[in-house]
């Protein structure tokens, strides 16, 4: 719970199902019928609106200034049983990527800049918050690595905040959009289109009938990008398999000013572009 009004930050892919209904139970036990508001497309976040006032509400902290060896407290619905489950820890690492299973099905998406912590996160907790000693959330526990002992991950509470700005001043949590479609180069794919490099991501349709590389009116097509041009960096930072163009540019927002790298025809130049809204169709 993150207002007094009824706002509740959870993982998108505790609230996947589009279908469902779902209820939020308080802390004194009873039980609230919720709308989910938004599923972030790019983060492993929701937000979900119950109908009831002056609710207790966790304070946001902040998770730009976490430290490697600080404490921290996880609490969940641990093994979707014991209610308030608390547990303790360290944090163990930061900026941490992953590739995590997120629904029944097997669907899969890669999480980025997770904070990494040894305090017990079981299956049950997701959603719940990663709080410093200040009592203030820090981050939303989100998974886990089965197999392995005191592993956790939490999506940092700044990514979530955004998420909230972006309900409150636009009902929705936006999606930038650049526009093309692409593979990330590696030695396979440098030698398969002989190109002069294997870092970056080469803009290409693969023959999917229908696609098209570069989307008529996108960002990328205005910037004056083409089909076979390789994306090297993008905001100085170059594009590798481990930090893709979909990592990098998940750090900015719609409206944001991005200046990229681009390889044609073995010459290189500079573009810019400004990032639009994703519109699902």
């Known amino acids: 719970m993150v207002s007094e009004d009824g706002l509740v930050l959870t993982n998108k892919h505790v609230v996947m199902d589009a279908n469902a209904s779902y209820s939020v139970m308080a802390s004194d036990g009873k039980s609230y019928e919720a709308v989910v508001l938004a599923r972030d497309p790019i983060n492993d976040i929701a ?12 304070k946001l902290g902040s998770s730009e200034n976490i430290e490697l060896g600080q404490t921290v407290v996880a609490i969940g619905n641990a093994l979707g049983q014991f209610q308030n489950s608390v547990s303790t820890g360290i944090v163990s ?6 590739t995590a299973t997120t629904d029944f099905s097997g669907h899969q998406e ?16 997701s959603g719940g918050p990663l709080v410093a000693l200040n009592g203030k959330a820090v981050g939303i526990n989100s998974a886990i690595v089965f197999g392995a002992q005191n592993i956790g991950f939490a999506i940092p509470i700044e990514r979530a905040k955004q998420a909230l700005e972006e309900i409150k001043k636009y009902g929705r949590i936006r999606r930038p959009f650049l526009g093309i479609r692409y593979l990330i180069l590696n030695p396979g794919l440098k030698a398969r289109f002989h190109l002069p490099l294997e870092k970056g991501a080469l803009i290409v349709n693969e023959g999917v009938p229908g696609d098209e590389a570069v989307i008529a009116g996108s960002p990328a097509e205005k910037a004056g990008l083409k ?3 390789v994306i090297v960096s993008c905001n100085q ?5 481990k930090e893709t163009l979909e990592d990098i540019l998940s750090e900015f927002q719609v ?9 044609r025809q073995g010459k290189e130049f ?12």
């Not at 890669?110 to 904070?115: K, Q, S, T, Y």
Request: aromatic fraction near 4%.
């Open 47 to 58: 937000i979900l609106k119950i109908p009831a006032k002056n609710l207790p509400a966790v």
């Open 93 to 98: 690492g930061l900026s941490r990527l992953i």
């Open 110 to 125: 890669r999480l980025r800049g997770l904070i990494q912590t040894d305090a017990a996160i079981n299956p049950g907790n």
């Open 227 to 229: 089909e076979f041009d």
């Open 237 to 241: 930072k170059p594009i590798t398999e």
């Open 255 to 263: 409206g944001d000013k991005i200046s990229i790298r681009v390889l």
């Open 270 to 281: 500079d573009a810019e572009f400004i990032l639009q809204e994703f519109k699902s169709v």
